[in-house]
């Protein structure tokens, strides 16, 4: 539990206010902290004002890391979409880059045509770009998303859904 507590101050900052929040993610995320252990990421794991799609899906922060390019940072987040259910439409304050591990993906992206992505199909996503993805079924969707953010925005922030014209 005490790992859970760090990786929570970490990832929030050590202001006092996220310390409290730090030790109520303890509580909260524990049986998530133990579902990571077993390779399975739980929704709510990453669940923090950072990040309006953790509180959808199953979401694990793998690595958090000062980006070579000044006000930016790394992120790489693991995602699982169970079969039928959707991100629901949102952006990210920089480049997404993302790799399909596991079941069927359809990306719809403000702008392009939509597409279906397979295990080992790549995607980028570019910076404050609507976009939706929705697992296709039987199995569930894992994705690995590596984002270069400006430091200190939220990671995702639900939108309404674009117009299609």
């Not at 990421?41 to 950072?50: E, W």
């Not at 793998?62 to 959707?86: F, H």
């Amino acid at each position: 539990m005490l790992r859970t507590a760090a990786r929570a101050l970490r990832y929030c900052g050590a202001s006092g206010a996220c310390a409290a929040l730090a030790v109520c993610a303890v509580y909260v995320t524990t049986p998530a902290a133990q579902s990571a252990k077993e390779g399975q990421p739980q929704a709510g794991a990453v669940a923090n004002s950072r990040d309006d799609l953790a509180g959808k899906l199953a979401r694990r922060e793998v690595q958090r890391s000062p980006s070579s390019i000044p006000g930016r940072e790394i992120v790489q987040v693991e995602t699982l979409i169970p079969a039928g259910v959707e991100s629901g439409w949102h952006v990210h304050p920089g480049e997404e880059v993302g790799y399909i591990i596991a079941g069927q993906v359809e990306m719809m992206v403000q702008g392009r045509a939509t597409v279906v992505l397979h295990p080992g199909d790549g995607f980028l996503i570019p910076p404050r770009t609507p976009h939706n993805a929705r697992d296709l079924g039987p199995e569930t969707g894992r994705m690995l998303s590596t984002y270069i953010v400006k430091t200190g925005q939220p990671i995702a922030t639900f939108v309404d859904q674009p117009v299609q014209r």
